[in-house]
Each structure stands twice: as structure tokens, then as C-alpha cells.
């Protein structure tokens, strides 16, 4: 192992410019391992288990001109949410998730035509673990004094303020895209991040308000957080509360339904989380894996050509420390010490510019991307992508160490006294 400092310390200092090209090779694939990993680790998540999400609307099929169709139903009430709350055993928290769509926020001279404007309420920024860039989230008090406030995301705040901070502004809403129709004032309470917060196919809410603001019900739609492993008993008791505690009291009002309207349940705007993460990371993992096999493969290069040369300016020496009664077996072991050594120094400056770089050039991807962009992910380097980056290359530094170590071991003593 001394032995092995020593050469590579010899060899920095007699090859400066071969040497630190020969690290950076190594340093580049040991980056290009812990940046892949992170990426991959961070879309796929911990195996921890955490509280599904649902989303939870109302509604029939309909069957017209042979296709089925999904006829949605605003039906749930203030009482049907209060018996959820109260009966349903598995759940964590429940909030209204309500919504407009196609409306038009004005300020100054500027007009925001906006996809979708959400109401909940304010256990939601606890329950998605919503990231408050500036400001604070409403309040249970603003429900109740029907506070005309809202909390805007920061691509919103970009559009309308610019660089500057919308909060304590009063901008005006319409519910109506394009006209001035009822039009009300809202006051910027808070500011908030893209992350974490779902998204479906009615787009990202770039505007959150109290859902008391948006009707007095029945409402479009609720979100619950169930209780870790508890997801399938959750359904059940909502499908059975749903059907027998409440639709039998609204039978009468339902007649110009072709059927009763059943549950439908998605996971925070998502079909499956779990499975969707883990697939789009194989596929991520397989892409950028064979960049990152690439450049582990040219630095195992740069290593057998760097001990190949170094063996061939040292048959002198092999010859010498062979005569003086070194068995192969040691020159064989030399020489893989001396492989393992330069791949470890290239290892630790990889993981150095993996700090450096990982954060960059993973979160500007996720941040472009938008297939991986709304799961609410931050790439971080963790302990298993730099043990594994660095026991793979250590491990190309054994093999890439035989066959000059083998090459060395056969020299003759004789042979290479006469030659040098």
C-alpha cells in the first residue's frame, strides 16, 4: 500500500501532464456514476413507506354513440366531508380540492390568463408539503372571514411582478377568460415553489385560494393523505360511507343521472406514483448509464495504457527487484497496488467534482423535463452512489492492473539487465 502512494506520487511528479490526464479519465467516470445514480435514485425515492395521496371525484360512465364517456358530478358537501373526516379510519387529512378553470388574473395593464385556479384548504400545505418561497399559506381564520387572499406560484409571480415580490399586492380575478365579467380583489399573502405540488391533465395550479372563495359547495373534488399501508381498507370505507350513508339521502336529486355516480380515485394526480417513478427511473437509468459506461470504459483504457507504459519504463527495475529474490506472486501484487492506488486518487477528485456538479446539471434536467419535472424531486448525492461509483472504479483499477501486472511478473531478471 505505501508502495503504492509512492509510485503514484513518482509518477505525478515525473508525468505530470500523462498522469492527471489519466486521473481526470477516472475522476470523469466516477462523476458520471454518482450523477446518474443520484438522478436515478431521487426520481425512483426512498423504499420507505409513505401516506398515498388521492384524489377523489364523482361520477358515471356514460355509454354514447359506443363510446364510454365520464360524466363527473359536483356532490360533495360540507356534510359528506364531515362524515369522511369523522368515520373513515385510515385517513390522515382530508381537503376540499376544488377548482376554476380558464379565468383571467389582472394587474396594473397586465392580464394573466390563467389554466386552473385551486381551492383547498389549509391543511393542504401540510399535507403535500408545499415549499413557501416567501409570505405564509392562509389560515382556518381566513376560511371563516371568507378573506379574499390568495398564494400565487413563482412562475406566476414572474409574470406579473417580474423581480420584484408580488406579496401584499392586490390584484384583480375574473372568472371569465378574456372579459372583464365579476371581476373581485384578491390580496398575494404567499409565494410558492413547483415542488411537490401535483399536477394532472387540467395542468398546474399557478393560483391557490381558500376553497370557501371559489362556491359554498358541493364541491368537484377532495384529497386525502391515507395512512401508510392502509390504502386499499381506505377505499373501501370511502366507497361504502359514499354509497350507503349518503346517496341513498340524495337519491331524489340524482334523477337526470342515468345511474348512481361512484367513486373515482387517483393518486396525487399521478395513475400509480410508485410504479410511474420507478419506471421512468429505468428508463433514465439505462439512457444515461451508457454515457456513464462510456467514460467508465476510457478510464479503464487510460489506466492499462498508463501501467503498460509504466511497465516498460521499469523492466530495469522489475529485473533488479526479480534478481534480488522477488517472487512473481510480489510483482504481480506491485503492480495491482500501484493500478488500485491511481484509480482511488482519480476516485476521490471524481467525488469532488460530482458535489460540484451533480446539483446543476441534475435539477436543470428535472426543472426542463417536464415528464419527471412535477414529481416534486431534488437530486442530492447520498452515501450509496459514491460507494458505488468508487468500489466499481477501485475495482476496474484490480482488473485493469492484471494483465500489465502478469506482463510485469514474466519479465526474466537476465533479460531485462541485458536490454536496459
Do not use: C
Not at 388574473?105 to 399535507?127: C, K
Not at 372568472?175 to 415542488?195: N, P, T
Not at 522489475?318 to 529474490?325: C, D, T
Not at 467525488?351 to 428535472?366: A, E, M, Q, Y
Request: proline share 4%.
Amino acid at each position: 500500500m505505501i508502495h503504492g502512494f509512492k509510485f503514484a506520487f513518482k509518477m505525478i511528479k515525473k508525468r505530470p501532464l500523462r498522469m492527471s490526464l489519466t486521473l481526470l479519465q477516472v475522476a470523469a467516470g466516477v462523476a458520471s456514476i454518482i450523477i446518474v445514480l443520484s438522478l436515478v435514485f431521487a426520481i425512483i425515492g426512498d423504499k420507505t413507506e409513505e401516506s398515498p395521496k388521492l384524489t377523489i371525484e364523482a361520477g358515471v360512465d356514460v355509454v354514447k354513440d359506443n363510446y364510454v364517456y365520464m360524466t363527473r358530478t359536483n356532490i360533495f358537501t360540507d356534510e359528506l366531508v364531515s362524515i369522511f373526516q369523522n368515520e373513515v379510519s385510515y385517513l390522515e387529512y382530508l381537503t376540499v380540492y376544488d377548482s376554476r378553470h380558464k379565468g383571467m388574473i389582472e394587474y396594473d395593464n397586465l392580464a394573466y390568463l390563467y389554466q386552473r385556479l385551486l381551492g383547498v384548504s389549509p391543511i393542504y400545505r401540510e399535507m403535500i408539503d408545499l415549499e413557501m418561497i416567501e409570505g405564509d399559506f392562509f389560515t382556518q381564520a381566513d376560511i371563516d372571514g371568507q378573506n379574499k387572499v390568495l398564494v400565487i406560484s413563482q412562475e406566476a409571480n414572474k409574470q406579473l411582478f417580474g423581480s420584484e415580490s408580488g406579496i401584499g399586492r392586490t390584484i384583480r380575478h375574473s372568472l371569465r377568460a378574456h372579459k372583464s365579467e365579476g371581476i373581485e380583489e384578491w390580496k398575494i399573502i404567499g409565494i410558492y415553489s413547483r415542488k411537490n405540488q401535483p399536477s394532472d391533465s387540467r395542468g398546474f395550479p399557478h393560483f391557490i385560494v381558500p376553497y370557501s372563495q371559489l362556491r359554498g359547495g358541493p364541491y368537484q373534488a377532495l384529497m386525502v393523505t391515507i395512512k401508510p399501508g392502509k390504502l386499499a381498507e381506505a377505499k373501501r370505507e370511502l366507497e361504502m360511507i359514499f354509497k350507503h350513508q349518503f346517496l341513498e339521502q340524495i337519491r331524489d336529486k340524482l334523477n337526470d343521472l342515468p345511474e348512481m355516480p361512484g367513486l373515482l380515485f387517483s393518486e396525487a394526480g399521478i395513475a400509480n406514483p410508485a410504479e410511474t417513478r420507478k419506471t421512468i427511473g429505468k428508463s433514465y437509468g439505462f439512457l444515461f448509464g451508457a454515457f456513464a459506461l462510456v467514460a467508465v470504459v476510457v478510464s479503464s483504457i487510460g489506466i492499462l495504457s498508463m501501467m503498460l507504459v509504466s511497465i516498460a519504463e521499469r523492466t530495469r527495475e522489475v529485473g533488479l527487484r526479480r534478481s534480488l529474490g522477488a517472487s512473481r506472486l510480489q510483482i504481480l501484487g506491485q503492480l495491482l497496488a500501484e493500478s488500485v492506488m491511481l484509480t482511488f486518487f482519480g476516485g476521490v477528485l471524481g467525488i469532488g467534482l460530482s458535489f460540484i456538479l451533480v446539483k446543476p446539471i441534475t435539477n436543470d434536467f428535472i426543472s426542463n423535463n417536464s415528464l419527471i419535472r412535477n414529481l416534486g424531486i431534488e437530486a442530492q448525492i447520498s452515501f450509496y452512489p459514491i460507494l458505488i461509483s468508487l468500489g466499481s472504479m477501485i475495482l476496474i483499477g484490480l482488473l485493469a492492473g492484471l494483465y500489465p501486472g502478469f506482463q510485469a511478473a514474466q519479465i526474466l531478471p537476465v533479460e531485462a539487465i541485458r536490454e536496459n
